[in-house]
């Protein structure tokens, strides 16, 4: 599944042209590594998303084409969520 698609289904960004946005102004990493919009996220990986002054980073748990909202929580795992001190 692409990762801006997995970002919108699983909740983390509510519109997937938002999540496209992000992952191609180089924003999030999976496994460490630069990636845009149209790269792979499988099941065990690791993404770090950049949010203006906040960093969130997940585990993925599960793949899906769609979900109802209280499925989406079960998609990922919150692994650190980071607040930019100024």
Known sequence: MRVDKFLKVSRIIKRR???KEI???DRVLINGQ???SSTKVEVGDELEIEFG???LAVRVEDLRD???KHE???MYT???ERTAEN
């Open 17 to 19: 042209t938002i999540a």
């Open 23 to 25: 992952a191609d102004q």
């Open 34 to 36: 630069p990636a845009k």
């Open 53 to 55: 002054n906040k960093t």
């Open 66 to 68: 769609t979900t109802k």
């Open 72 to 74: 989406a929580e079960g």
């Open 78 to 80: 919150l692994i650190e």
